[in-house]
């Protein structure tokens, strides 16, 4: 008897080890997030608000619930890794899931390589002795060892370092909170609703800086083939940790945003060395707190961050292989480790060389920031039109509020904000994608245009779940 979880029904066999418990995938997703994420970019994203930096974190969690409940909704349809390549190849239509998986691409690959270098950035001023480059082999190479070791390691290490990092938001929340009780600071609103600045173009260009530290949430749909629950596991998880780090990044953001020294001087210069948290937090508690943020926030995004997110980039490259839109040699899965070997060391090689060029330049983290924020939300648009053209038109659902309205408004958000996004990562974006077309071209060409594996039993497997 197949179960919802059987890989055979759809053409795939169970290669990946089912290892993942509920606590494993909550830890995970807050892992990938970063529960301390907003520290590295809170100046630019107050700047960007006009000093709303609290309601662009909340409006990026409504944004993204609707996106989370989409997911929710495709994977339990397809509950296999790939996340939306398969959505859509599966749910639209295979030509569609490859320009999915093209634009995720944008997202899961050059992750790692920014993670790496901001945290790499952040220890050499912290430690100049050692050099940018040495830091990120470092940290590169520890993360793919581990990760090549097995999915079980790589879920006890989270587990650690997620621990490490809510201590040290715990120590400032309550520090911060302190002084402010004692006067340090101005308690205010403002960083929720500022009537001089307000306007809704800016905070969606705010929030489309912000939602870099959202990522992350979409990520624990990679480990569907690897959850003991399977599908409605791996759903309940993105929505709990979605919400769970939402509340934390408002709450950092918020009581950040009392204690800045200078507000009009951040609004009109912006966070030129990237440290207005840390000066936040000196006010706080003095130059220890300001040392512990930094130096947190650098280990976080250069370790267990950098570690989760090569996981997921891997999983992606792992599913898009295996169905022949990537190179075959992407697909092989080590027997011993059931991991998938050779997506994992190149996702490790990518990173370091795309770390070691954006070092050299000036703009490297803004640029590659925008870049990955941009195909995040295509990717999410593509999969809200996904959950409507696979459950509404083709399975003929009646749950129009599931299957229209709650993707419908989450498409609809997110489209304002890719509007309201950085232009160069626009231009980049198309680019990137009108390249996508060209590859995609290229496989019609050459006779191996997408198809994936067990199309015929996916529709079948569709109309089975509609009915449940």
């Given at each position: ?60 969690v409504v944004a993204l619930v609707f996106t989370a409940f989409s997911y929710a909704q495709m994977v ?78 790589t879920a006890m290490v989270t587990r650690v370092m997620l621990v490490g990092e809510l201590i040290v ?204 924020n941009f195909g995040a939300m295509v990717a999410f648009l593509v999969l809200h039109v996904s959950v ?81």
């Amino acid at each position: 008897m197949t179960t919802s979880n059987d890989l055979t029904r759809y053409g795939y066999r169970q290669e990946l080890s089912r290892q993942l418990r509920s606590r494993d995938l909550v830890a995970y997703g807050l892992v990938y997030m970063v529960p301390i994420a907003p520290m590295a970019i809170f100046g630019s994203v107050y700047a960007g608000s006009g000093g709303m930096v609290a309601l662009a974190y909340a409006v990026g969690v409504v944004a993204l619930v609707f996106t989370a409940f989409s997911y929710a909704q495709m994977v339990k349809a397809f509950p296999m890794s790939g996340s939306v390549y398969n959505y859509a190849g599966r749910g639209i239509s295979p030509p569609l899931g490859f320009l999915a998986g093209w634009v995720i691409l944008l997202d899961y690959v050059l992750v790692p390589g920014l993670l790496y270098l901001v945290a790499s950035v952040a220890m050499h001023s912290t430690v100049p002795a050692v050099p940018v480059w040495l830091w990120l082999l470092g940290f590169v190479a520890v993360n793919t060892i581990i990760n090549s070791v097995g999915i079980r390691l790589t879920a006890m290490v989270t587990r650690v370092m997620l621990v490490g990092e809510l201590i040290v938001l715990a120590v400032f929340l309550a520090v911060a909170g302190w002084a402010l009780a004692s006067g340090k600071g101005r308690f205010s609103w403002d960083a929720f609703y500022n009537s001089d600045t307000f306007t809704w173009s800016l905070v969606a260009g705010a929030v489309s800086i912000a939602v870099l530290s959202f990522l992350g949430f979409d990520g624990i749909s990679m480990l569907a083939e690897e959850a003991k629950g399977g599908s409605r596991q791996v759903g309940r998880a993105m929505a709990g940790v979605l919400i769970l780090a939402g509340v934390l990044f408002i709450a950092q953001t918020w009581l950040a945003a009392m204690l800045v020294t200078a507000p009009d001087a951040l609004l009109a210069e912006g966070d030129v060395n990237g440290t207005a948290f840390y000066d936040a937090a000196a006010v706080a508690g003095g130059g220890w707190l300001a040392t512990l943020c930094a130096v947190a926030t650098a280990i976080a995004w250069g370790l267990p961050n950098s570690m989760v997110a090569q996981v997921a980039t891997s999983r992606l490259l792992y599913a898009m292989a295996r169905d022949r839109q990537l190179p075959a040699f992407l697909a092989k899965v080590s027997v011993r480790r059931s991991v998938p070997i050779n997506a994992t060391l190149l996702t490790g090689a990518v990173s370091l060389a795309l770390g070691l060029y954006l070092a050299t330049r000036a703009d490297g983290i803004t640029l590659l920031s925008s870049l990955i924020n941009f195909g995040a939300m295509v990717a999410f648009l593509v999969l809200h039109v996904s959950v409507v053209v696979h459950h509404l038109i083709r399975q003929r659902s009646g749950n129009w509020w599931a299957h229209l309205v709650m993707p419908g408004i989450g498409f609809a958000i997110l489209a304002y904000v890719v509007v309201n996004a950085n232009i160069a990562a626009q231009r980049l974006g198309l680019a990137w994608l009108a390249l996508g077309v060209l590859v995609l071209a290229g496989l019609y060409l050459t006779g191996r245009r997408p198809v994936l594996s067990g199309m015929a039993a996916t529709e079948a497997a569709g109309r089975d779940m509609a009915r449940v």
